[in-house]
């Protein structure tokens, strides 16, 4: 009888999840540590939450979504459900009300973490991302509210953007309160339906939102959404509203009026910017790129906001009988650095290790001794790790892209010298092994 054949794993990933190699990982740095430099001189505290909640300390205010459980990774820990965040801004709702007594007002944290989301993937956008949130907790003061716009531009300019790069738009959800009032509609599920499609017009395009505002819409895929079933006279009503660039939202003029005082000109006001997330308020922004962004196939997409936020005053009150008025904003890192990639150059230089190749096993304590003269010197260096002959080290160091190898068989120690091989020209040189770390660092 012949034996089973056993199946072996996937080599391939999960369906909107991503392998990050070392330049992209390198950029990204490069974006956070600008970002916790304009942290720091704003004045905020670093934050930390765990990856998992209780599902439902997050799920009662997930975005877009029509059921609690709907858009999240969850398990059932004995009794409870517990889910991956799907945001910072729920936990963050969840930390305040549990330390309320105990943290100033306002609060003003800053949170760098992964969140996770049980949706359809696109371009650009995964099931796993790296996200920044900075928020104002315990304020009505719009100040709060421009400061968080005016804090996302510098952050923006200092990985690379000019201000022709960017918009920050601006809107209000009193602005679509009145428009649902004009509509008549009162049905929450019609309108947390009419909001997800308004929040895909940049996206999607007005000709496709409105079928998502009617009947429903299939995609290319063939999955079909169903639509929020508005008469054709109201979708009308909302495209010429949206049209309109009349600014009638008191919330909306005064930010305006403190961005003159900044003189952060940046922005505008959209009231197409819907953001679904139902927990607003308030103040509404989000933050658009203004220059092509390609997929790895060279294509040109429609990528959307890179973020945004807003007012979110009842949040916290969830959780409680707690006064806690709020308003942040987030950016997607990752979907950041996708785009950043494209518009700037970056010259990042990967440092890769000295390879110090082995002749004989038994000379361990030559090898590591000019290992640590050179480390000591602050140079990434190695003894070579794998096995084999000196053809095979030499491959190694070339596939990892080392800028040389030091030689040093029997003739080196009895000479006392060891032999730099510059890989990059191919050029060698006999070197007294105090001078080797000077002569590395020429190579640079």
């Keep these: 009888m012949a034996k089973d054949k056993k199946t072996k794993p996937s080599k391939e990933l999960p369906l909107g999840f991503v392998d990050r190699q070392e330049k992209e990982l390198l950029i990204r740095d490069f974006v956070i540590s600008n970002i916790k430099e304009v942290m720091i001189k704003y004045g905020f505290q670093y934050l930390e939450t765990p990856s998992f909640e209780y599902t439902d300390s997050i799920g009662k205010f997930l975005p877009d979504k029509d059921r609690p459980d709907q858009g999240v990774f969850s398990f059932k820990d004995e009794k409870n459900w517990l889910s991956l965040r799907y ?14 007594l105990e943290l100033p007002k ?13 949706e359809k993937p696109g371009p650009g956008r995964f099931r796993e ?36 790069d960017y918009t920050v738009k601006i809107s209000s959800r009193k602005f679509t309160d009145k428009l649902f009032e004009q509509l008549k509609i009162k049905s929450k599920d019609q309108i947390s339906t009419t909001l997800r499609a308004l ?32 008469k054709d ?8 509203t949206l049209k309109s660039k009349t600014v009638d939202s008191e919330d ?14 940046n922005y505008k006001f959209d009231p197409s910017v819907i953001r679904g997330l139902e927990y607003y308020t308030g103040l509404i922004f989000e933050v658009n790129l203004n220059f092509e962004v390609k997929n790895s196939k060279g294509q040109a997409i429609q990528f959307g906001s890179i973020g945004g936020g807003g007012r979110y ?22 979907r950041f650095v996708f785009a950043l990639m494209q518009k700037k150059d970056f010259k990042i230089k990967s440092t890769r290790p000295i390879i110090i190749c082995v002749f004989d096993k038994d000379k361990i304590k030559e090898y590591i001794q000019i290992l640590n003269k050179l480390r000591n010197s602050n140079i990434s260096s190695e003894i070579y790790p794998g096995e084999g002959k000196l053809k095979k080290q030499m491959e190694y160091a070339n596939k990892i892209g080392s800028p040389a190898v030091i030689l040093y068989g029997d003739d080196e120690i009895k000479s006392g010298k060891a032999t730099l091989k510059n890989l990059e020209t191919g050029n060698e040189s006999s070197v007294e ?11 640079s």
């Excluded at 909306?252 to 000109?265: D, G, R």
């Excluded at 959780?319 to 990752?334: E, H, V, Y």
């Design 129 to 164: 991302f790296l996200q920044f949130d900075a928020d104002y907790v315990g304020t009505k003061n719009p100040q709060a509210d421009a400061e968080l716009c005016v804090l996302i531009s510098e952050i923006l300019e200092k990985c690379g953007l000019d201000k022709t």
């Design 199 to 230: 929040d895909k017009i940049d996206r999607l395009g007005w000709v496709e939102a409105k079928k998502l505002l009617g009947q429903g819409r299939k995609d290319k895929s063939g999955d079909y959404t169903k639509g929020a079933q508005l």
């Design 106 to 118: 306002p609060f003003k944290r800053y949170q760098l973490g992964s969140v996770w989301r049980n």
């Design 313 to 334: 005053d009842n949040l916290v009150s969830n959780f409680g009988n707690l006064d806690c008025p709020a308003t942040g904003i987030s950016i997607g890192l990752d």
């Design 433 to 443: 092994i105090d001078d080797l770390a000077n002569e590395i660092k020429k190579l």
């Design 252 to 265: 909306v003029l005064e930010i305006i009026k403190i961005f003159k005082a900044y003189n952060f000109k």
């Design 87 to 100: 945001d910072l801004t729920a936990p963050l709702a969840r930390y305040v009300a549990k330390n309320y």
């Design 233 to 240: 006279d109201q979708i009308k009503i909302i495209e010429n």
